[in-house]
Nanobody, 124 residues
Framework: QVQLVESGGGLVQAGGSLRLSCQAS????????MGWFRQAPGKEREFVAAINRSGAATNAADSVQGRFTISRDNAKNTVYLQMNSLKPEDTAVYYC?????????????????WGPGAQVTVSS
């Protein structure tokens, strides 16, 4: 059974930085597009960023462009989300996900596998 496990969440002040990691197991990691989504209380889960299989191309939501960077290490079966200049509105549970399509896919339903999520809280 495919497993995705997020780590690196926590509490940070506005303007600070965090790096999330997602360790994948029981899948051919380099064959999957990897993405990050987030869900704030009372809101729908929304796309944050995605990275293609080689790591050469990325896609990111307008709300995080210039602040968040997605990357991956295929040798370690790990995808990262570097989050800088954090804002209180970035507070959410962040989910790692995998799918076999393209990085253009930004809907929750496009992704086949999901991690349990990691809480990120940004205080003002």
């Amino acid at each position: 059974q495919v497993q995705l496990v997020e780590s690196g969440g926590g509490l940070v002040q506005a303007g600070g930085s965090l790096r999330l990691s997602c360790q994948a197991s029981r899948l051919t990691f380099r064959s999957y597009v990897m993405g990050w989504f987030r869900q704030a209380p009372g809101k729908e889960r929304e796309f944050v960023a995605a990275i293609n299989r080689s790591g050469a191309a990325t896609n990111a939501a307008d709300s995080v462009q210039g602040r968040f960077t997605i990357s991956r290490d295929n040798a370690k079966n790990t995808v990262y989300l570097q989050m800088n200049s954090l804002k209180p509105e970035d507070t959410a549970v962040y989910y790692c996900a995998a799918h076999g399509g393209t990085i253009a896919a930004m809907t929750r339903g496009s992704y086949a596998y999901w991690g349990p999520g990691a809480q990120v809280t940004v205080s003002s």
